[in-house]
């Protein structure tokens, strides 16, 4: 496995894609509906329209307390801007999707990223992106097994790509 994501160390942002035979606005229902996003990260409460909802991440070994979400931007079905702050730090992501040719391609950015990060940063992506594709297609999950076997070995070309 390689790493698919690409840091642009001058803006601090790291970028993944992931490409769907699906449309737009499946993909971004996976993203932004709480029982879709159950599928393959965690669960949200609250109410969109105030700006903010609790995330609860369900992938994790262990549980993880709620994190207040931001959102910034909510463009249906194609930009979803938000951050939070949690006891591993500040995350700013930014999701944009696009479709062509009855495929979505989904653009992940983490901005303001510390490139001495990335090394746990860009595996994780790399976990999440991926449960989210299997998960749209009814494939089984990567396994936090599968995420040490298969996704922390990315971890040495994420840490080199800031040099």
Known sequence: ??????????????????????????????????DRLARWFGTWTGDPSMGRVLVTMNAEAAPIPPAPYDIHVCEPPHRLDVSAVDEYGAWRLVAELVEA???????????????????????????????????????PLPSLDDFDTEYMPLAAAYAAMPA
């Open 101 to 139: 040719d009855g495929r979505t391609t989904l653009t992940l950015r983490q901005e303001d990223v510390d490139p001495g990060t990335l090394g746990e940063t860009g595996p994780g992506w790399e976990w999440y992106l991926d449960r989210l594709v299997a998960a749209s297609t009814d494939r």
């Open 1 to 34: 496995m390689n790493p698919t994501g690409v840091f642009d160390a001058q803006r601090r942002t790291l970028s993944l894609q992931r490409v769907f035979s699906a449309p737009v606005t499946d993909v971004w229902a996976s993203i932004t509906e709480s």
